[in-house]
Nanobody
Framework: VQLQASGGGLVQAGGSLRLSCLVS????????MAWFRQAPGEDREFVAG????????RYADSVKGRFTISRDNAKNSVDLQMNNLKPEDTAVYYC????????????????WGQGTQVTVSS
């Protein structure tokens, strides 16, 4: 299974970005998908997740109401729409998949993309 993330960039505070992750290999609908992020000097943290069926979603408190995760099982892709971005959202964002359609803890995601940089200027 390979994950390819894209869509990062530089944006001013209050702006929006949309990240996409394309997954190849495996049966996409069998995998829960999630986005994580890691800022310099910080641990990797969970941002948002979505179950295999696309119904169940979960968000970190810091992004609730601003970020939306979605998936298209026909296209093997998962997106993260990020609105009202803040400087503290600056990080490398990673998509990840889990060999289970249910969401799980961070240490139970088996496949990871290469990361895409998001920088929010104040």
């Amino acid at each position: 299974v390979q994950l390819q993330a894209s869509g990062g960039g530089l944006v001013q505070a209050g702006g929006s970005l949309r990240l996409s992750c394309l997954v190849s290999g495996g049966t996409f609908s069998f995998y829960a998908m999630a986005w994580f992020r890691q800022a310099p000097g910080e641990d990797r943290e969970f941002v948002a997740g979505i179950g295999g069926g696309g119904v169940t979603t979960r968000y970190a408190d810091s992004v609730k109401g601003r970020f939306t995760i979605s998936r298209d099982n026909a296209k093997n892709s998962v997106d993260l729409q990020m609105n009202n971005l803040k400087p503290e959202d600056t990080a490398v964002y990673y998509c990840a998949s889990r060999r289970n359609p249910l969401l799980g803890p961070i240490n139970d995601y088996h496949y990871w993309g290469q990361g895409t940089q998001v920088t929010v200027s104040s």
